[in-house]
Structure formats: structure tokens, C-alpha cells
């Protein structure tokens, strides 16, 4: 019968495995920028104006 898996098991097998890393520096796409920006205003746009009472 299989037991389950615990926090403690898991954290020994990333501590023993050797996988490399490997980073790499991304820049977003203008599109990406562009979609971000059109979602941002959106966003800003569903919140009301504050009265001046």
C-alpha cells in the first residue's frame, strides 16, 4: 500500500536532487506590455469617483 507523500519526504528528495538551475533573463513582448496596459486601465475603470461630500 502506498503511503502518503509528507512535507517532510519531499523536502529531503529536492535537497538530494540534482537539477540543474538554469536562469535566464526574459523581457516581456511589446504585445505582452501592450495587453498589460489595456487590462490596467480596465481594471482602473471599475472603480467609482470619489464624491467630493
Known amino acids: 500500500m502506498n503511503e502518503p507523500i509528507t512535507h517532510s519526504c519531499v523536502c529531503e528528495v529536492l535537497k538530494t536532487a540534482h537539477v540543474p538551475v538554469e536562469r535566464v ?3 516581456p513582448s511589446s504585445d505582452l506590455l501592450d495587453r498589460a496596459q489595456v487590462g ?3 481594471f482602473l475603470s471599475t472603480f467609482q469617483a470619489v464624491s467630493d461630500e
Open 25 to 27: 533573463a526574459a523581457e
Open 40 to 42: 490596467w486601465e480596465h
